[in-house]
């Protein structure tokens, strides 16, 4: 038996997992596959760290000192073979923050922020609560895998009024791990039109079956003077509730706006335990992740084929990385709200409504395979299910 089988009961803990489901789906007791954390206890180092600071009693102001500084460089060279100057490290509360504040920092208030639906909704939000415009570049759902929309990127860069792009990388929630050609055309057409670039590598240590991730930073001298890369240890680990992330640039002006936003609003102090459990994490917990990313594999391998199996007509493709899977329900023919009833309320599994990550969404569900095997099972065989009970009558 994994470790990662054993069932924990997060009732009480008031996991958003679990709380939000009425809400949400209608309903307190849907099997909740949706928000992107794990079902799965954190390493046991960071467990232990956490407890020991616990044994003393104060909890003030703490700095995060040179070892939250080391645990990150040195996570990135073993990890990325990336050296990364220490003096280009900012502190952030949370990588969503960080892109509001890198919106604020690096656009004015009229200009256009690019973005690549279907993506993790927040993407929308942080440009528009800033008062920029969302302007986007769609992927192409291609037969081989999604793909960049290379020539519209270069239209959409070329307008003076479009100033920033902010790329997903791993990209939640189509699972592609950017190659590094990939990477240099979009990084090249920016640097052509003067757009910077924020890169959300938050998922970067989850590549599965193989792939390898490449911090859009190392493709270029060029390419890294134009980008702030965020990243943090909360998916990998699952240690979202700490908020505790940070922020890369080797130009000192670009990290510099970063940094007077983290400052400005004084966010720099973060918590008392969000370093420690980073620098466990980082430290020691390498065996751990690599334990997990073979679990994961099995989860994802279990619904492709269930999938393939018992409703073919589904169309899911195996993630490059992350845990999240995009689920194309579209041959179904049902209207967006039907799906939901019959995911939500028949089947009883919540996942992630499609359209949130942008109107590409419309026939797609997201679902988050970072649970027990078991749970997984019961899930796939209640949509197996209901596609058979109920499907029917929905769409006659
Ligand atoms: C691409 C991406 N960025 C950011 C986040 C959330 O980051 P944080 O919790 O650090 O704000 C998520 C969470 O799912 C995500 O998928």
Redesign the pocket.
């Known amino acids: 038996m994994s470790q990662f089988d054993r069932i924990i009961d997060r009732s009480g803990t008031r996991a958003i997992k679990l709380e939000s489901r009425e809400r949400l789906f209608g309903d307190p007791d849907v099997i909740p596959l949706w928000?992107?954390?794990m079902d799965f206890a954190a390493p046991p180092a960071v467990v232990k760290a956490i407890k020991d600071r616990t044994e003393h009693p104060i909890f003030g102001y703490t700095t995060r000192g040179q070892a939250f500084l080391d645990a990150i460089s040195s996570w990135l060279k073993r990890r990325y073979e990336w050296d990364v100057d220490q003096s280009w490290i900012e502190f952030?509360?949370?990588?969503?923050?960080?892109?509001g504040l890198a919106v604020q920092a690096l656009t004015k208030q009229g200009e256009g922020v690019i973005i690549q639906p279907p993506?993790?909704p927040?993407?929308f939000g942080v440009v528009r609560d800033f008062d920029r415009k969302v302007v986007e570049n769609p992927l192409v759902n291609a037969e081989e895998g999604y793909k960049v929309d290379f020539d519209h990127f270069e239209k959409l860069c070329a307008d003076p009024s479009n100033t920033l792009f902010i790329l997903?990388h791993p990209?939640?929630?189509v699972g592609r791990v950017w190659t590094p050609e990939e990477l240099r055309r979009m990084g090249e057409i920016c640097i052509k039109h003067g757009v910077s670039i924020v890169s959300?590598e938050?998922?970067c240590d989850l590549t599965l079956f193989g792939n390898r991730h490449r911090p859009m930073a190392t493709i270029s001298p060029e390419i890294a003077d134009i980008t702030v890369t965020?990243m943090?240890p909360?998916?990998t680990f699952n240690l979202?509730g700490f908020?505790?992330?940070y922020m890369i640039a080797s130009n000192k002006e670009l990290l510099n706006k970063c940094r007077e936003q983290v400052m400005a609003y004084h966010l720099h102090m973060g918590n008392v335990f969000g370093s420690i459990a980073l620098e466990a994490a980082y430290n020691e917990s390498e065996d751990w992740l690599e334990n997990l990313k073979k679990y994961l594999e099995g989860n994802i391998n279990l619904v492709i084929e269930t999938v393939e199996k018992e409703m073919p007509e589904v169309k899911v493709r195996r993630p490059e990385a992350?845990y999240?899977l995009w689920m194309d329900f579209s041959a179904w023919n049902l209207k967006q709200s039907d799906l939901k009833t019959l995911l939500y309320g028949k089947a009883r599994v919540g996942l992630n409504d499609g359209v949130s990550f942008g109107k590409e969404g419309r026939g797609f569900m997201r679902m988050n395979v970072a649970s027990p095997r078991s749970i997984i099972e019961k899930a796939m065989q209640n949509i197996v299910e209901v596609r058979s009970n109920e499907l029917i009558k929905l769409n006659p």
């Open positions: 928000v992107a954390d952030s509360p949370g990588v969503v923050p960080n892109l993506v993790y927040p993407f997903c990209h939640n929630p959300d938050i998922h965020c943090a909360s998916k979202a908020s505790t992330s992350t999240l």
